[in-house]
Every structure is written in C-alpha cells, then in structure tokens.
C-alpha cells in the first residue's frame, strides 16, 4: 500500500529541474554579457593576431569576413582565469554573414591559438569551472544558452550542454 504514494511523489521529483540546471540558469541570468560594443577597434599592433582568425582576410582596404564582406574587427580581452589568464576575442560584426546572431567570435590564447570559433551575439563568463578555467556562454537568437568548458588535454573550449533559460 505504501508504493501507492510514493509513485506521485517520484513522479514529481524527477520532474522537477535539478538544481544544477537552476544554478546554471541563474549563472547565465546574472551574465556580465560582452559584444562587439564592448571591444576596442583593431590597430596595426594587432595585425599578428588578427592573422591567427580563420577565413579573416587582409586586404588592401581593410579585413574581410568568410562571405567576402568588408568588417571593421573587434578585440575584447577577457579574463578566463585559470591557466590561461587573459584571451583576446576577435569579433568580426556581419549580420548578412552570421545571421541572427550577427557577429563571428574567435578566441585566441596568448600563442594566438584558436580555442573557440562560431556565430554568436555576446559572450560571458561563467561562475563554474573546469581544468580551473572558467566556463563561457554565448548567446544567440532563442531561449537556449550553449555553455562550454575547458577542456586542458584538447587545448579548447568544447561544448558541455545547452541550458534552457526560460
């Protein structure tokens, strides 16, 4: 008689949202978020870096974007902790190019190695960890929010999960 009233209550405890997934949504609530607003805009300094971008080209004129388009690059540096410190995020604005999202961020470490590459349309850091690196979040059209962590042995962010925010 007694498993009668505890099939209910199971039902409803595996039904409720664990609460990693609540503190993963209120982590990305609470998002310092970071854009193409916030970045500085590219000088001759930066010209090593920017040569570590994959599909940015250097033309006469300026860079263009992967769909040929002229883009006036962006460089955010963003602190990540861990054993990599300091990464510069270039960040290539081009709403034709990368859709919805409208821009394309590139992580670089200091060795100016990709870690990340993909359409995004801000970017923020996360309280969580991992390989003692802290995890980063991008944001793009929908209530889905990718987070990815440190992966030491990949030498890259790689993609833990997908957190729905509402």
């Given at each position: 008689?007694?498993?009668?009233?505890?099939?209910p209550?199971?039902?409803?405890?595996?039904?409720?949202?664990?609460?990693?997934?609540?503190?993963?949504?209120?982590?990305?609530?609470?998002?310092?978020?970071?854009n193409?607003d916030?970045?500085?805009?590219?000088?001759?300094?930066?010209?090593?870096?920017l040569?570590?971008?994959?599909?940015?080209?250097?033309?006469?004129?300026?860079?263009q974007?992967?769909?040929?388009?002229?883009?006036?690059p962006?460089?955010?540096?963003?602190?990540?902790?861990g054993s990599l410190g300091?990464?510069?995020?270039?960040?290539?604005?081009?709403?034709?190019?990368?859709?919805?999202?409208?821009?394309d961020?590139?992580?670089?470490d200091?060795?100016r190695?990709?870690?990340?590459?993909n359409?995004?349309?801000?970017?923020?850091?996360?309280?969580?960890?991992?390989d003692?690196?802290?995890?980063?979040?991008?944001?793009?059209?929908?209530?889905s929010?990718?987070?990815?962590?440190?992966?030491?042995?990949?030498h890259?962010?790689?993609?833990?999960?997908?957190?729905?925010?509402?």
């Amino acid at each position: 008689m007694r498993h009668l009233f505890l099939a209910p209550l199971i039902t409803a405890l595996l039904l409720l949202p664990s609460a990693h997934a609540q503190s993963d949504r209120q982590a990305i609530a609470q998002a310092h978020w970071l854009n193409s607003d916030q970045g500085r805009p590219v000088t001759p300094s930066d010209t090593l870096l920017l040569k570590a971008v994959p599909d940015l080209k250097k033309t006469k004129r300026g860079y263009q974007d992967m769909c040929d388009t002229p883009v006036t690059p962006k460089i955010l540096s963003l602190d990540v902790g861990g054993s990599l410190g300091r990464v510069n995020v270039v960040i290539e604005e081009d709403s034709a190019c990368f859709g919805g999202a409208g821009a394309d961020y590139t992580i670089l470490d200091k060795d100016r190695h990709v870690l990340w590459q993909n359409s995004a349309a801000g970017i923020a850091t996360l309280s969580s960890r991992h390989d003692g690196v802290q995890d980063l979040t991008f944001a793009g059209p929908g209530m889905s929010v990718p987070i990815w962590s440190w992966n030491a042995g990949k030498h890259s962010f790689v993609f833990r999960k997908t957190v729905e925010t509402q």
